[in-house]
């Protein structure tokens, strides 16, 4: 396993995407600090009335979904980028190979999580100051950290979905557009369902599941506990697909 | 050595390989001929257990590619001299085949100066010409020095001082005692170097046996295409 995680590992450093994918994530967290100063700017020349009619300033919420999306890719990357002949020649033990990949992906996708939201959350509460709610909507770290767990934990299940799919299908572009759907195009589409299932179906998707994870919904239609289970059920499918694909498939 | 035992690949109602048996000993090269279509690759692949057999099995020093640990250092083989991710450099593809089976990078940049890649070791393989990348698949198979060496086609896309590079390679390789199974179209290439034959057709043996029996009464070319035609001896 020990040598099977290094050739991963060597795998994923001796190309150039990931390091696209890191640097798109780096960008999303400089624009995303950039909005939330230009936010600020206008929350600051805006009258009192006005001002608390304004959206939180915090731009973890804004490049979460993004990072997620980028995360699932690299996932794509690992599954499909070498071809599966030269990997299971070097690695014919399929499980291990999975296990190695699986490995990879979930420790890349938390480091580049925790990392891009600790950034995000972070330069946001420099640039709101002190300023009170709605515009800082948290109010301390203690407030901050369930919503960033639920994100960082929805981009560990987006990262092993994207694995997961792209070992299923066997193609980087088609992952890509399964979970594009996935993340956007389904939850998009839910809330204009007839009643109840608009409501039903949005619960489970995985914008609305963060929420429902960090336990800052009003009301929710699933516990924190529930919304957990539901978003890594994602993670488990698609890697059950995956590993099925990988485990019958002849190279 | 490689042990090929009433081995059968079937996709759906298409018999790629059929009941197939033979064996390749150590310190003989093979050659492994057969027309397009007649599961010389299919039966390699099998060997290394990338495409699950419909029935029997091929074993390599009595045990299955699968369960060898670290195979690398057992059996080296290049199928497809294309199977590589074409953005990563030269010496980083062999990185992280060396990594997979613990086998120390140092070995790698040897490998790449044995075969004459020390000076685009540090190009990304897509820059390589097609003679380039038949060589480095060469080093990859040669990078855990295994026992065991399979070659399919390797003298496609070589120059002839390529072709000869390869031809003294694998008969070396042989002399040292090694296994060596060899698959290729050009009949007088695999007179040069072959010591023992296995020909198949339509995914059936059609014989196994040593070079000399077979161009005992006249060239391999004709001896195959006699055997490969029906027509026998």
Known sequence: ?251 | MIEVRNLTKRYGGTTAVDDLSFTVHPGLVTGFLGPNGAGKSTTMRMVLGLDRPTGGEALVNGRRYADLDQPLRHVGALLDPAAVHHGRRALDHLRWLAASNGISGRRAVALLEQVGLGGVRDKRIRALSLGMKQRLGVAAALLGDPEVLMFDEPVNGLDPEGVRWIRDLVRGLAEEGRTIFVSSHLMSEMALTADHVVIVARGRLITETPMEALTRNGSLEDAYLDLTSGRGL
Do not use: H
């Not at chain 1, 600051?44 to 993004?66: H, K, L, R």
């Not at chain 1, 092993?160 to 088609?174: D, H, P, Y």
């Open chain 1, 1 to 251: 396993m020990k040598n099977a995680l290094a050739a991963e590992w060597t795998k994923l450093r001796t190309v150039r995407a990931p390091f696209g994918i890191v640097a798109a994530i780096g960008l999303m967290v400089v624009a995303g600090a950039a909005l939330s100063w230009l936010i600020v700017r206008d929350y600051d020349g805006s009258p009192a009335a006005e001002q608390a009619e304004f959206a939180s300033a915090d731009s973890s919420v804004v490049i979460t979904p993004v990072v997620q999306f980028l995360v699932a890719a690299l996932g794509a990357l690992v599954a499909t980028s070498d071809p599966r002949l030269t990997a299971l020649t070097a690695v014919p033990d399929r499980k291990r190979l999975l296990a190695a990949k699986t490995v990879l992906v979930a420790t890349a996708a938390a480091v580049l999580g925790v990392v891009a939201l600790a950034t995000s959350t972070g330069t946001s509460r420099l640039v709101m100051g002190d300023r009170p709610p709605p515009i800082a909507p948290w109010d301390g770290l203690g407030d901050v950290l369930p919503w960033a767990g639920a994100a960082v934990l929805s981009i560990l299940v987006t990262g092993l979905t994207g694995l997961g799919i792209g070992l299923a299908v066997r193609s980087t572009a088609v992952t890509v557009v399964v979970v594009g759907v996935l993340l956007w195009g389904v939850p998009a589409v839910t809330p204009m369902l007839p009643e109840p299932w608009d409501v039903d179906a949005s619960a489970v998707m995985v914008p609305y599941l963060v929420w429902e994870v960090a336990g800052v919904v009003d009301d929710p239609p699933l516990s924190p506990a529930a919304a957990v289970a539901c978003l890594l059920l994602y993670a488990l499918v698609a890697l059950g697909a995956g590993t099925v694909a990988l485990l019958r498939q002849d190279a």
